[in-house]
């Protein structure tokens, strides 16, 4: 009765460990799944709409370059704090780019850490559960010389894995916006980690196209703001092909299936010290 009841409370422990063990790999799979898909439903609303005449490309980027020329800068909210606004939404910032009526404005790719994920109107806690968030204030993401965009996502969401490895961005690195019927390119040319108040780095710079991609950092701490920022360049595919981290360099962080695999070995030998221990008792 005693052995049976050994037995039991080894295979609920084993059960518990590989529960907690599997959820990051399973909810990071999930939420990779659910941003293929919203990315997805994106692009094919938008070219149906196209299809249907019910979408002017130059009607949607005109109406977003005017909101941006229009634009009065600012000092920039810390995206991942709450702003201290008049608590009413700006109805005109969250018409543009929102053809879905979703919210969603395009999506960010970053080919060297193998990120691909939805862009949204503001950075409310919501949004940066699910996705990259644009950071209400700056200029939106259409390009332009006068124009510094910043798009904030979450590092270290156990559920997600979303910017966590963006401190593996060098100089040199390139990023992707795909916004409407465009696709915007990007070389990192300045990083930065900065107080969480300090946003004299987002402002923008005269004729200069800018995107800044931003996160929390230490990694666990989230003390600071990590800022990537790159300048417009031509979109030349064959030159981001081989923008991938080198194997010995990838993040443990994101590196979901290895711990599950780590997770697997040591919970067996756990169990196969406790067999050995019993087998060792009953003789």
Known sequence: MKKRS???MTAILFLAGLSLLLYPFVANQWNTYRQSRLITDYEEVVAGKEAAGELNYETEWTK???????????ILPDSFAEAATAGEEDKEYLACLNVTGDGMMGYVQIP????????FHTTNDDVLQRGAGHLEGSSLPIGGENHHAVISAHRG??????????????????????ILDD???????????????????LTVEDNMDLVTLLTCTPYGVNSHRLLVRGHRVPYEPED???????????SFHTSYLLWVIVGLLVTGMF??????????RMR
């Open 64 to 74: 977003a370059e005017t909101y941006n020329d229009a634009l009065v800068p600012y």
């Open 183 to 201: 696709i915007l390119c990007y070389e990192v040319d300045q990083i930065t980690v900065v107080e969480p108040k300090n946003t004299s780095d």
């Open 112 to 119: 060297k850490i193998n990120v691909k994920i939805p862009i």
């Open 240 to 250: 981001l092909a081989d923008e991938k981290i080198p194997l010995g360099n990838m």
């Open 6 to 8: 050994t037995i039991i």
């Open 271 to 280: 169990i196969l010290l406790l067999y050995r221990q019993e087998k060792k």
């Open 157 to 178: 969401l156990p559920s997600a894995a979303l910017f966590t490895d963006l401190d593996k961005m060098e100089k040199g690195d390139h990023f992707l916006l795909y």
